[in-house]
T-cell receptor
């Protein structure tokens, strides 16, 4: 039973295409995140949802649109893909009873390559 | 705003030797501190975290870290490393009451036989 799962694991696509990444957690957590990890392993938060409400939206191009249909799911849709979007995208979840103290559980990552 | 600095991008060490991975943070408010490990082609997993109380925190796989408020540091140590400890290690900070975690740039620990 995978705690945080992401699909697809690999995504190879052409510039200009639109793609989606799905994330599901079965831990009963109330907070979910999307991170982008670049080729130098730098990890940057993109979005955070708490109880389906968007609470963190970093300076991410509006081509990126997250959607949380329920507390267990957080999807990421990317329009008009660019070469610079190539990266590994991680979904994570945590239980934030005391904001900020929760352990984050990460998915296995989605490796996106834009050609 | 918070920030995290991991002072070493790479740390090579021989098997069974001790290791210390350094982390400094800055914040104007109270923080929680974390160390995560990332094995090749995997997501991150928690090694340990400091929330409050004792400044020496013990984690999984024999790792420990010490919170030093005056030096704003949270260095990670292990007395004897194994080949299997080869991985990327991330220090992270979040502000109390917030939902945003800032990660350091990572330190690649490479354990040699």
């Amino acid at each position: 039973d995978t705690a945080v799962s992401q699909t697809p694991k690999y995504l190879v696509t052409q510039m200009g295409n639109d793609k989606s990444i799905k994330c599901e957690q079965n831990l009963g957590h109330d907070t979910m995140y999307w991170y982008k990890q670049d080729s130098k392993k730098f990890l940057k938060i993109m979005f955070s949802y708490n109880n389906k409400e968007l609470i963190i939206n970093e300076t991410v191009p509006n081509r990126f649109s997250p959607k949380s249909p329920d507390k267990a799911h957080l999807n990421l849709h990317i329009n008009s893909l660019e070469l610079g979007d190539s990266a590994v995208y991680f979904c994570a979840s945590s239980q934030e009873t005391s904001g900020g103290a929760g352990t984050q559980y990460f998915g296995p990552g989605t490796r996106l390559l834009v050609l | 705003a918070q920030s995290v600095t991991q002072l070493d991008s790479q740390v090579p060490v021989f098997e069974e030797a001790p290791v210390e991975l350094r982390c400094n943070y800055s914040s104007s408010v109270s923080v929680y501190l974390f160390w995560y490990v990332q094995y090749p082609n995997q997501g991150l997993q928690l090694l340990l975290k400091y929330l409050s109380g004792s400044t020496l925190v013990k984690g999984i796989n024999g790792f420990e870290a010490e919170f030093n408020k005056s030096q704003t540091s949270f260095h990670l140590r292990k007395p004897s490393v194994h080949i299997s400890d080869t991985a990327e290690y991330f220090c992270a900070v979040s502000n109390t009451g917030g939902f945003k975690t800032i990660f350091g740039a990572g330190t690649r620990l490479f354990v040699k036989a």
